[in-house]
């Protein structure tokens, strides 16, 4: 378990190195700071961001947990919450991935990328029912599902309607309630 206690700060990237992460849960109530940084930070556990934050930069998320979930925001605003890069599962991984949004609370959700990075999908992620619980695809990154992964749920994922140049690649399965471009 990697925790980040209120007003403590974990900087990934800390002089001209990058450092890697893999850990269990991870909990985020200071700041996990990755500015600048191409790090991986690699979690079997769960992901929670919700009383702190975390500065994206160019890193890579991976998730690896089987029944494990993603909390960000507890009601506050989803535009402010991002990853670079999610990876949910890994290629080969047995038994594979399967995250979960936060279903504790309505208008909770994350985007993905910035002007590039994206959402990558090897096992099975959930985007919760809660109301107006969603993924947002940002404009320049990526959605790719990869053979064998789902994208299910009865919350929304969000494409940026201007990002026309980066195709989606589905290998998998879309059964996601609301997928929409906006």
Do not use: C
Not at 83 to 95: E, K, V, Y
Request: glycine share 12%.
């Amino acid at each position: 378990v990697l925790t980040i206690d209120a007003n403590n700060t974990l900087d990934v990237r800390p002089v001209s190195t990058d450092y890697n992460i893999t850990t269990g849960d991870i909990i985020i109530n200071g700041t996990l700071d990755a500015t600048n940084s191409s790090s991986t930070i690699t979690s079997s556990g769960n992901w929670d961001s919700s009383g702190g934050t975390f500065i994206y930069g160019t890193s890579m998320v991976v998730m690896t947990g089987v029944s494990k979930t993603i909390a960000t925001t507890n009601g506050g605003n989803a535009w402010t919450q991002r990853f670079h890069s999610l990876t949910i599962g890994a290629n080969g991984q047995s038994p594979q991935a399967s995250i979960t949004t936060n279903t504790a609370s309505p208008y909770s959700g994350f985007q993905v990328g910035s002007t590039s990075g994206g959402l990558t999908i090897w096992g099975t992620f959930t985007i919760s029912s809660s109301p107006y619980n969603s993924v947002f695809i940002n404009t320049g990154a990526t959605l790719t599902i990869e053979s064998g992964g789902v994208l299910t749920g009865g919350g929304q994922l969000w494409r940026s309607l201007v990002n026309t140049t980066t195709p989606i690649t589905n290998n998998g399965t879309i059964s996601v309630t609301q997928f929409t471009y906006a």
